[in-house]
């Protein structure tokens, strides 16, 4: 149990254009999801907190109208990266987090990643 | 603050070796859980073990096994009998009750040798 995929794994775009990526978890209802980046040889930084049905809780430094971040069910939340630049080139990841109460309470799942890379 | 200090930043042994990788956090909650996350060359992160701070009891699964000491702010993990395919990115984490968020340590690269 505990699966979480993210699509696409990976994907090559032109500067200016817009990519989205999306985080499911497959056998669990997530109300809270996170989204990461990683730089190669890096540890992961949070990106932002993604809660259903409200607005996403972004780290300092993110920019919230750069990163749109959607989390509209309890199974998907989504990262749209904006107007994309090389410097957003980069391994998203997103997690997803076993609801309160349960067993592996407050553990994170995480997705297979997704690697962009902006041209 | 919370943080997570993994001191050795890349390890090598050799198969069949014996490895542990060290893990000291810092945290002002009374109650927490420590995760250490397996991150392969492909990238994804896996779930190796949640442990409450509650609970010192040390764990054993496999070949793997984890050491909790409150008393000196550590969980150590340990790997025994190591093989190839143990080569990767080991993050420890911490996740305090007031927060939502994982605070990772800068990972442990582990490369075993055959």
């Known amino acids: 149990g505990a699966v979480v995929s993210q699509h696409p794994s990976r994907v090559i775009c032109k500067s200016g254009t817009s990519v989205k990526i999306e985080c499911r978890s497959l056998?669990?209802?997530?109300?809270?999801m996170f989204w990461y980046r990683q730089f190669p040889k890096q540890s992961l930084m949070l990106m932002a907190t993604?809660?259903?049905?409200?607005?996403?809780?972004?780290e300092q430094g993110v920019e919230k109208d750069k990163f749109l971040i959607n989390h509209a069910s309890l199974t998907l939340s989504t990262l749209t990266v904006t107007s994309a630049h090389p410097e957003d080139s980069s391994f998203y990841i997103c997690?997803?987090?076993?609801?309160?109460?349960?067993?592996?309470?407050?553990?994170?799942?995480f997705g297979p990643g997704t690697r962009l890379l902006v041209l | 603050a919370q943080k997570v200090t993994q001191a050795q930043t890349e390890i090598s042994v050799v198969e069949k070796e014996d490895v542990t990788l060290d893990c000291v956090y810092e945290?002002?909650?009374?109650?927490?859980?420590l995760f250490w996350y397996k991150q392969p060359p492909s990238g994804e992160l896996v779930f190796l073990i949640r442990?409450?701070?509650?609970?010192?009891q040390n764990e054993i699964s496999g070949r793997y096994s984890w050491n909790f000491q409150k008393s000196t702010s550590s969980f150590n993990f340990t790997i025994t009998a190591s093989q190839v395919v143990d080569s990767a990115v080991y993050f420890c984490?911490?996740?305090?009750?007031?927060?939502?968020?994982?605070?990772f340590g800068k990972g442990t690269k582990l490369s075993v040798i055959p």
């Open positions: 442990r409450n701070s509650f609970d010192e």
């Open positions: 993604s809660n259903e049905g409200s607005k996403a809780t972004y």
């Open positions: 997690s997803a987090r076993v609801p309160a109460g349960g067993s592996g309470e407050k553990t994170q799942y």
């Open positions: 984490a911490l996740s305090e009750t007031s927060r939502n968020q994982l605070t």
């Open positions: 945290t002002r909650d009374t109650t927490y859980y």
């Open positions: 056998d669990f209802q997530a109300t809270t």
